[in-house]
């Protein structure tokens, strides 16, 4: 437990860093680097090692390419490439028809895509929300993602340890129950509260965010909350799901006590898109 807390304390100030370069491309690169890290923990879970380099290898250009892609030029390209990359693997299945195992191969490319599509999440809502029009609100959503997601788990895991009885999904993740589930909803739903209370404070006095949070945008939270919490829950089953079929106890070892960025950001994963697309076409109509 102790290192786990030690962990979690320099996980959180690391944040804090890269958040403080938020408005430059050095938030992008981190969130880049942090993907691709995630990518390889799939592709070393898949069995594949370096006789398999190249499956590996055409997903950090590919992952760039999305993360990265600011003009109308680069995003036009974004279509043609993603064809091009998933006919190489379709080339490489022919071709290592004895070596390549098909259902390692489609759960490599299925899962480094979710993973794609979450960390994107994040930089989309620094594209939609751009910091000269709209200060720091997607701090403030990237925040309450973490939040979501983070509380959900930490709370639940409290919740379970005193309340614990019944089973959630035993075959995939044994440890967790259904009171747990039920502390990790509401404990998204009180970790995004207080974190909007917080940012409604620091807003008052330095105008911190645009957005103007009323008492009924504390009832979407609460809805956006608990959907959140279910997403975060089904993450990290999926992710669990995944270990147990490959037999891993843990994705990575690069977070001591946590294990990888996968064992970490499990949760996110469903988490941040969902956020992000309620952002994007909804938020804002309040």
Wanted: net charge positive; aromatic share 16%.
């Amino acid at each position: 437990m102790k290192t786990r807390v030690i962990t979690a304390a320099v996980g959180l100030a690391v944040l804090a860093i890269v958040l403080a370069f938020f408005n430059t491309v050095l938030f992008d690169l981190v969130l880049s680097a942090v993907c691709l890290i995630a990518v390889h923990e799939v592709f070393t879970a898949m069995g594949f090692g370096k006789k398999q380099w190249y499956l590996y290898a055409v997903a950090i250009p590919f992952t760039l390419m999305v993360m990265l892609t600011t003009t109308q030029v680069a995003r036009l390209l974004v279509l043609p490439v993603s064809f091009l990359v998933v006919l190489f693997f379709n080339i490489c299945q022919i071709v290592h028809l004895r070596t390549l195992d098909f259902g390692k191969l489609t759960g490599y490319v299925y899962f480094s895509g979710v993973i794609i599509f979450c960390f994107y999440s994040l930089i989309h809502l620094k594209r939609v929300l751009p910091f000269e029009l709209y200060h720091y609100d997607a701090v403030y959503f990237i925040l309450l993602i973490l939040c979501f997601a983070w509380g959900g788990d930490t709370a639940a895991y409290f919740a379970g340890r005193a309340f614990g009885k019944h089973k959630l999904a035993p075959l995939v993740s044994p440890k967790k129950t259904v009171e747990g589930a039920v502390g990790g909803v509401l404990g998204s739903i009180l970790a995004g509260v207080l974190l909007t209370g917080a940012y409604m404070a620091l807003s008052g006095h330095y105008d911190v965010i645009t957005l103007q949070v009323r008492p009924r945008h504390y009832l979407i939270l609460v809805l956006l909350g608990a959907i959140a919490s279910v997403l975060g829950i089904l993450g990290d089953l999926f992710a669990s799901a995944v270990k147990r079929q490959v037999g891993l106890k843990d994705y990575g070892t690069i977070f001591p006590g946590h294990g990888g960025i996968l064992d970490r950001f499990d949760s996110v994963m469903f988490i941040a898109p969902f956020v992000a697309i309620v952002v994007r076409y909804f938020f804002y109509l309040f």
